[in-house]
C-alpha cells in the first residue's frame, strides 16, 4: 500500500460509499458534474488503492468483513426504512402469525405493524418485542440466548432452536448486502444462521432492503433471491437487479414517493 492521498473529489467519493455503502456511477456523475469517464478513472485509481471496491455500475465498501456501528445504521436512511415499513405492514394482514429477524430496518416495520390486530410475533430481536409489546392484541414470542449489548440481538444455538420450533405464515428478513449474482450477504455469521432458520421456518419469505444495500460486499452468505418470495425496496432496481428478480420468481414491491 502506497501513502495514497486522495484529491478532494476521490474524498468525496469515498465519504459518499461509506454513507451509502454502494454508489452508483451515474450518481457520481451527477453529483460531481463530471464526465462517467472521469468518475471511472477516479474509482479505478481508488479501487487499486484498496480504497473500495470496483462494481459494474458503481463502486462499493472496500471491506466486507465490517459492518457500520448499530447506532450510525438506526440513524441512517429514516425516510427509506419508513417507508419500506409502511409498504411491508401492507402485506400482512391481521390474524397472521410472522417471524420478525435482526436489523434496524426489521425495528421500523415493528412501529409500522402496531395498528394491526392479532399478530403472532416471534423474534430475535428485543427492541422489536418491545416496540410490539404496545399492542395489546399482540402475541409476541421471544427467544432466548446471549443478548448482543450493542443492538439488542439475541443470538446463538437456543435462538436459532427457538425459531424452528416455529412455522410462520410470513418471515421478516433483513440483510446486509445483496451482490450481483443475487447472493444475499451478511457481516455476522450468527445474524446469518438464525435468518436462514426464519426462511426455512415460513411459508413466504419477505426480504427488506434499501437501495443502498445492492452491491454491498459482506463476507457471509445467507441465500440467494431465489430463496426469497418477495422483495421490499425504497427505490427502482437497476435492470440487472430486475432480471434477477424475474429469474429468481422475487415479487419486487417498490415505494412510491
Request: glycine share 8%.
Amino acid at each position: 500500500m502506497t501513502n495514497f492521498i486522495p484529491s478532494d473529489r476521490q474524498q468525496a467519493i469515498l465519504d459518499m460509499v461509506a454513507q451509502n455503502g454502494f454508489v452508483s456511477t451515474e450518481a457520481m456523475v451527477a453529483e460531481f458534474k463530471v464526465t462517467p469517464q472521469t468518475i471511472r478513472r477516479d474509482l479505478n485509481e481508488l479501487g487499486r488503492e484498496g480504497q473500495l471496491t470496483r462494481f459494474h455500475g458503481g463502486a462499493g465498501q472496500a471491506k466486507s468483513a465490517v459492518n457500520l456501528p448499530y447506532e450510525d445504521r438506526r440513524l441512517s436512511g429514516l425516510e427509506a426504512k419508513r417507508k419500506i415499513a409502511e409498504l411491508t405492514s401492507s402485506l400482512i394482514t391481521n390474524g397472521s402469525s410472522l417471524f420478525l429477524n435482526i436489523g434496524t430496518t426489521a425495528e421500523a416495520v415493528a412501529e409500522a405493524l402496531l395498528d394491526h390486530k392479532d399478530l403472532h410475533v416471534a423474534t430475535n430481536n428485543m427492541h422489536v418485542a418491545t416496540i410490539l409489546s404496545k399492542n395489546e392484541s399482540f402475541r409476541i414470542m421471544l427467544a432466548g440466548g446471549q443478548v448482543r449489548h450493542h443492538d439488542g440481538a439475541v443470538v446463538g444455538l437456543s435462538a436459532i432452536s427457538f425459531v424452528d420450533s416455529f412455522r410462520m405464515d410470513v418471515g421478516i428478513v433483513g440483510i446486509s448486502g445483496i451482490d450481483e449474482t443475487g447472493a444475499l450477504l451478511d457481516f455476522d455469521a450468527d445474524e446469518v444462521r438464525t435468518a436462514q432458520s426464519v426462511m426455512r421456518n415460513s411459508q413466504k419469505v419477505v426480504l427488506i432492503a434499501d437501495h443502498h444495500k445492492f452491491g454491498i460486499r459482506a463476507m457471509n452468505r445467507t441465500g440467494h433471491l431465489r430463496d426469497v418470495d418477495a422483495l421490499v425496496t425504497d427505490a427502482p432496481l437497476s435492470e440487472k437487479y430486475k432480471t434477477l428478480c424475474r429469474e429468481s420468481d422475487t415479487d419486487v414491491h417498490v415505494c412510491e414517493d
